[in-house]
């Protein structure tokens, strides 16, 4: 049963709870201000009772001194006597109005005779009821003991009592009322955060364009409530910046997926073409045999360079613990002389200036992979630019950084264009052809290389013209 009521209690609503709870501690407030109440007004009349009794006896003890018995009552109800004391014992004066049990009577009689001072005192009188008794000395020898009824005292705590209970019921009642009400409305938001949470549970996390719209956005609770709610909401912004960054992930790599495997269709297609070509007569004679096996191999370089470029990619973006960078003390200015060198020699056709710098600038780095970002850079200038059109390159070392700034005076790249020139696979010419243009991941390795140590590669906003910055860290590559 116990274990019934305790499982019934646990599945009330938080709000139900807690006025059950304000309840019960008011029902014992209460109980402890009446019993307190109630015990003092009993002694506050009990109090009075004997005070009325000692003056009524101061009377009659003059009545019991003149008379030898008290022939006046004071009140309806009331009994008095008169007992002769001596050695302990006591014997009733006659005649006496006396109840028809005066055993207490004489008991409280002979417990006065060993007494020095009066005595108070309350007893059950068969046939009567309950009774307050007090004695008091009439002269040596003589006891006074008058019974006065506590019918009045007990019907006043009654009626009190009474009064406590309906009131506090009523207090009791209405404090429940008002306080579940005022709790519900102070709970609301946590209600509403509750119906929010049901709503994100129902809602498909599995879809890629997953944004959770909804927010406990009503006002109202006090400090806690509303810390709950800002911490809340906070975790939606998160899990919806989660939910945008997985589902730009997901796109990125369908897309990814998607180039690649068009670009690999190209040369696998042609080196199907010319194995092809083996199978009948095309290639018999030695010279044609020859020209097809030299396509063979180009398109076989050619998907191993984008193989390569995918797979450091790939080792890049996992953060491998063998990280494909191999550090060491290198002069990034003799770097960009060498670069310079061999853009050169390679497009003698170009005109390249390059400005190193007053003194070497010695950095910890991967030369192989520095020096690969500065070919694809220059590489991307000569493809992109008409015959002729000067490039330049400029090393400006700063207090915590160096900069080394790669620019054409082309045509420049379109404004649309200019946000994802670094994204994989992406061409700004649709129509360029791939032996002319490239793969689309010249940008995109040399950006995951930058950043692989600890720099920056961005692309300056200069529409007349194409200027890529590249920035290392001073501090040594971990």
């Known amino acids: 049963m116990i274990r019934r009521a305790r499982g019934a209690y646990r599945r009330l609503r938080l709000g139900t709870r807690l006025a059950l ?9 209460f109980a402890v201000v009446g019993t307190a109440l109630t015990a003092y007004m009993r ?18 003890s003059k009545d019991a001194a003149a008379h030898g018995t008290v022939t006046q009552k004071p009140y309806w109800g009331w009994f008095s006597a008169v007992y002769d004391v001596s050695g302990g014992s006591a014997v009733l004066r006659q005649p006496a109005d006396i109840p028809h049990d005066v055993r207490p009577l004489n008991r409280f009689a002979e417990a006065m005779a060993r007494s020095d001072t009066e005595l108070l005192r309350t007893v059950r009188l068969d046939g009567e009821g309950v009774y307050r008794l007090r004695a008091c000395e009439v002269r040596p020898g003589v006891v006074l003991v008058s019974a006065a009824p506590m019918k009045g005292v007990d019907d006043t705590i009654g009626r009190l009592v009474t009064v406590q209970v309906v009131a506090f019921g009523l207090a009791l009642l209405g404090l429940v009322v008002a306080g579940r009400a005022l709790l519900r409305r102070g709970l609301k938001p946590l209600s ?11 809602h498909d996390l599995t879809e890629s364009a997953s944004r959770l719209h909804v927010r406990a956005d009503a006002p109202g609770g006090g400090p806690e409530v509303e810390e709950l709610r800002t911490a809340f909401n906070t975790m939606l912004e998160h899990i919806d910046d989660s939910l945008a960054v997985r589902a730009e992930a997901e796109q ?4 990814f997926v998607a180039d690649a495997s068009h670009e690999l269709r190209t040369p696998l297609m042609s080196v199907r073409g010319y194995a092809d070509l083996f199978q009948y007569a095309a290639a018999n004679e030695p010279g044609e045999r020859d020209r097809h ?4 191999r180009a398109e076989a370089a050619r998907m191993g360079v984008l193989l390569d470029d995918l797979l450091l990619l790939a080792r890049l973006d996992a953060a491998e613990v063998e990280t494909p960078l191999r550090p060491e003390d290198a002069d990034l200015v003799e770097l960009v002389e060498q670069a310079a060198d061999a853009f050169r020699a ?3 056709g170009r005109p390249l200036t390059v400005a190193p710098g007053p003194a070497p600038v010695r950095l910890r780095l991967d030369p192989q992979r520095v020096r690969q970002v500065l070919d694809n850079l220059l590489t991307n200038a000569a493809v992109h630019t008409p015959p002729g059109t000067p490039v330049s390159v400029e090393v400006s070392p700063a207090p915590r950084t160096v900069r080394v700034r790669v620019v054409d005076e082309g045509p420049g790249i379109p404004p649309g264009d200019r946000d994802r020139v670094f994204d994989r696979f ?6 360029r052809s791939r032996d002319r243009g490239g793969s689309g991941l010249g940008l ?25 910055t590249l920035t290392l860290p001073l501090r040594p590559v971990r």
């Open 444 to 468: 995109a390795v040399a950006r995951s290389l930058v950043e692989a140590h600890g720099g920056t590669l961005g692309l300056d906003d200069d529409p007349a013209r194409t200027v890529f």
């Open 293 to 296: 096996l030299a396509r063979l």
């Open 43 to 60: 002694d506050y009349l009990e109090h009075q009772l004997g005070y009325q009794m000692k003056v009524v006896q101061t009377v009659q």
């Open 426 to 431: 992406y061409r700004v010419d649709k129509a």
């Open 192 to 202: 509403d955060m509750a119906h929010t949470a049901h709503g994100i549970a129902s």
């Open 252 to 255: 990125r790599l369908r897309r």
């Open 21 to 29: 709870g304000l309840g019960a501690l008011s029902l014992v407030v």
């Open 346 to 348: 390679s497009h003698p």
